[in-house]
């Protein structure tokens, strides 16, 4: 694929507006597709970003454009990190060569950034929701927008699609969505459902259904007539035509399914959509893609290039990315479950980004990877406790906000020996708002029973695993992106609950500090002492239970301040004050945290800094309040 973006007759550089794809022809609008693949490819190749999802859906979203008529219409996107081309159609391609950077374009669909995005994509399966809420709303409002959701097969298979699924099915909301099949999540896609689209794409009414599309579409001007006796005949015919009707899930929750289409056909796509738009209720377009499509080396590892950093766009190769704290907890949870058998490990869907690749490969039986289903994976977590297992939960901070009540009623209710690894606590960096891990440390604390550890380095994240899992009942473990990959070869420590450690003394100031900041603590300490001033540096090592010593001590101090990397509201600092006061003590007080507000996308090191969270900003604070 060239990816000459200086190309000075660029279609793509004409466009104004996504309506301007009206007036193109299917051949012109092949080259906007080129076009934009060759944008994407050479933007995220400086910036990094969601490439193979991005390509693999580039047809699509030309065609959606080439047919609705935006903002008017409107298309909701799933997880929305396939909608570069969405973006650069409306608006932001001069803007591009910004992805992802702070005050740059976001990464993901967001309201705030545009009119054409409809919501804040970012976690997966909730298009189908939204979508149906967009279409009652017209009609109770009497509008007559048409509501498109775009879906990958992977989020198609997480519980709230499902849910919205059997309402959109029941109530018949006029709507459409398009199902994005490439047989991959970030993985290869797992599940039931994977396997049943595998049966639709492999059956022979697959290929007579693409290849009547096929050679309708070379016979062009029978195009819009077949679409249209398709559309009329769609809800009783099409399944017996094209597909085995034992297979139609969706046509049986009452949704009018089209015939699997080629994702990568523009004119045949816009067929399919307008037969779809035509159809009086709900209805499916089946799209099978390539994830990857028209970039080699995405198409040859869709898995690497699902989020990638930096990468040289002739020869696709990739800077190395560290596996950071994620890869210190995976090596030493193999070297943990060798020693223990009950030990068993889930994943929803992110199994190299949590660092379980290496125990999958080990212990193939122990590992469960089930999809992007967060819910299912924590209540799946309390059977196998139940059943005497010690399952560990790999899972994001952000996506854990999914599953917060089958941490409570399915594994801390009964106690259950289950243990989280809160990944990405904290900000996360390019991916912002949606993905800040910024609400963990307020939404575990509450759960009755539940500890909670916050290790300040990898050697701290060795010794916190080992202790979780030795005791009994519900622990949590959170730690950052990034770190540190070198796990320490020595024998893991076990922490007392609720102790913390002293780095450093001083009776002028208390910097207590949990997890990430720890670090940052001991640094603004150096700091102040050039300043004449004396700081105590605790590294907390636990959000639950608090060291009410160590707090009740820096009631002696001339200050107290909290440093965490989560949401100040609900977090750490404040029940650090609800505990000096059960105590009958006072200090003036600084809670350093998170914002009551959602933090966008940048540098991590840069977005801390701007808030005052790093050695600078931590030392200031204490300077101005003393
Ligand atoms: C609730 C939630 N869990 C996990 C993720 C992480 N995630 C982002 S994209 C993705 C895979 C999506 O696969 P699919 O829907 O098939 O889209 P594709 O990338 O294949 O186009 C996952 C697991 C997420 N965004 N949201």
């Known amino acids: 694929m060239s990816v000459d973006t200086q190309d000075k007759h660029r279609i793509i550089d004409a466009v104004q507006a996504p309506t301007d794809l009206h007036a193109l022809d299917d051949d012109e609008l092949r080259i906007v597709a080129q076009e934009l693949r060759a944008q994407i490819v050479e ?3 400086r910036t990094g970003g969601h490439v193979a999802s991005s390509l693999g859906a580039v047809d699509i979203i030309v065609a959606l454009h080439a047919e609705l008529d935006c903002p008017h219409d409107k298309i909701v996107y799933d997880v929305g990190h396939q909608a570069y ?27 705030d950034e545009s009119p054409y995005d409809v919501h804040y994509s970012g976690h997966a399966s909730d298009a189908l929701s939204v979508a149906l809420g967009l279409a009652k709303a017209r009609d109770l409002a009497g509008g007559d927008e048409r509501i498109v959701a775009l879906i990958g097969d992977a989020s198609i298979s997480g519980g709230m699609a499902f849910e919205a699924l059997n309402q959109i099915g029941q109530i018949r909301a006029n709507m459409v969505i398009v199902l994005n099949d490439n047989k991959m999540s970030i993985s290869p896609v797992v599940g039931g459902l994977a396997r049943h689209f595998g049966e639709i794409r492999s059956t022979n009414e697959y290929r007579e ?120 907890m995976g090596k030493q949870l193999v070297c943990e479950a060798r020693a223990d058998e009950r030990i068993v490990a889930i994943t929803a869907a992110m199994k190299e980004g949590t660092g379980l690749t290496a125990f999958a490969d080990e212990f193939p039986e122990r590992f469960f990877d089930v999809g992007i289903c967060e819910e299912h994976a924590l209540g799946l977590a309390g059977g196998l406790a139940k059943g005497g297992a010690k399952p560990v939960v790999a899972i994001y901070s952000t996506f854990l906000q999914r599953a917060i009540d089958q941490l409570i009623v399915n594994v801390a209710l009964p106690r259950l020996d289950v243990v989280l690894c809160i990944d990405r606590a904290g900000i996360v960096g390019g991916d912002g708002v949606t993905h800040q891990g910024a609400y963990d440390l307020v939404y575990t604390r ?181």
């Open 43 to 45: 933007s995220a190749s």
């Open 85 to 111: 081309a969405h973006k650069l159609l409306t608006g932001r391609l001069a803007d591009f060569d910004t992805l992802r950077q702070e005050g740059g374009v976001s990464g993901f669909p967001n309201p």
């Open 209 to 328: 259904g693409r290849d009547f599309i096929k050679a309708q579409m070379a016979n062009g001007g029978n195009l819009s007539r077949a679409a249209l006796a398709f559309g009329h005949s769609a809800k009783s015919s099409a399944k017996h035509f094209f597909l085995p009707d034992t297979t139609l899930v969706y046509e049986q929750l009452g949704i009018t399914c089209m015939a699997p289409v080629d994702g990568h056909d523009i004119a045949a796509l816009r067929r399919v959509l307008r037969t779809a738009l035509s159809v009086d209720g709900p209805a499916l377009v089946h799209v099978v893609t390539r994830k990857g499509k028209g970039y080699e080396p995405a198409e040859r590892q869709p898995e690497l290039f699902h989020g990638v950093g930096p990468f040289n766009v002739r020869t696709g190769e990739v800077a190395p990315r560290s596996a950071g704290y994620s890869g210190v």
């Open 446 to 626: 509450m759960v009755p029973g539940l500890r909670m550890l916050a290790p300040s380095d990898a050697t701290e994240l060795v010794d916190a695993l080992h202790t979780a899992l030795a005791l009994d009942g519900p622990v949590a473990i959170r730690y950052p992106r990034g770190g540190s990959d070198v796990a320490p070869a020595y024998e893991p420590q076990l922490w007392k609950p609720g102790k913390a450690r002293c780095l450093r003394v001083g009776d002028d100031v208390a910097l207590l500090a949990w997890g990430s900041l720890v670090g940052q603590a001991l640094l603004a300490a150096e700091l102040l002492a050039a300043q004449g001033v004396e700081a105590r540096v605790m590294d907390m090592r636990w959000a639950k239970p608090l060291d009410e010593g160590a707090l009740c001590a820096a009631a002696d101090t001339r200050l107290m301040v909290t440093l965490e990397e989560g949401v100040l509201c609900g977090g750490v600092g404040e029940e650090a004050l609800a505990v000096l006061a059960r105590h009958g003590l006072c200090v003036p007080a600084l809670n350093l945290g998170l914002p009551d507000e959602p933090v966008p996308h940048g540098d991590p090191a840069h977005i801390l800094h701007e808030l005052g969270l790093d050695a600078e900003g931590i030392a200031a604070a204490v300077l101005a309040r003393l």
